[in-house]
Nanobody
């Protein structure tokens, strides 16, 4: 069992930046692929980014490519999502998640955080 706790959400103006953090409870964190997802009101949960267990491979949704950066620090059991040039359409609850198998589908992920609200005003 892995517990994940997100932090760093908030309200920001369009064009601004936020950094989300996700702290994991277990030292086996370094064996998981980690992903970020988001869910806006009335919409399905969608993939944002993922990073391999080593940090050597990353993958982004087209909608955030070039603006968001995912990174991890296995020594701190933490994964990050740096969000720049934020747009109102980025407004959502952001979730971090862990998987052994990888992929971009929420169904592939075994453990989830509680979510962090990100609101981007125009």
């Amino acid at each position: 069992q892995v517990q994940l706790v997100e932090s760093g959400g908030g309200l920001v103006q369009a064009g601004g930046s936020l950094r989300l953090s996700c702290a994991a409870s277990r030292r086996t964190f370094s064996t998981y692929t980690m992903g970020w997802f988001r869910q806006a009101p009335g919409k399905e949960r969608e993939f944002v980014a993922r990073i391999s267990w080593s940090g050597g491979s990353t993958y982004y949704a087209e909608s955030v490519k070039g603006r968001f950066t995912i990174a991890r620090d296995n020594a701190k059991n933490t994964v990050y999502l740096q969000m720049n040039s934020l747009k109102p359409e980025d407004t959502a609850v952001y979730y971090c998640a862990a998987t052994f198998t990888g992929g971009s589908s929420p169904r592939s992920y075994d453990y989830w955080g509680q979510g962090a609200q990100v609101t981007v005003s125009s």
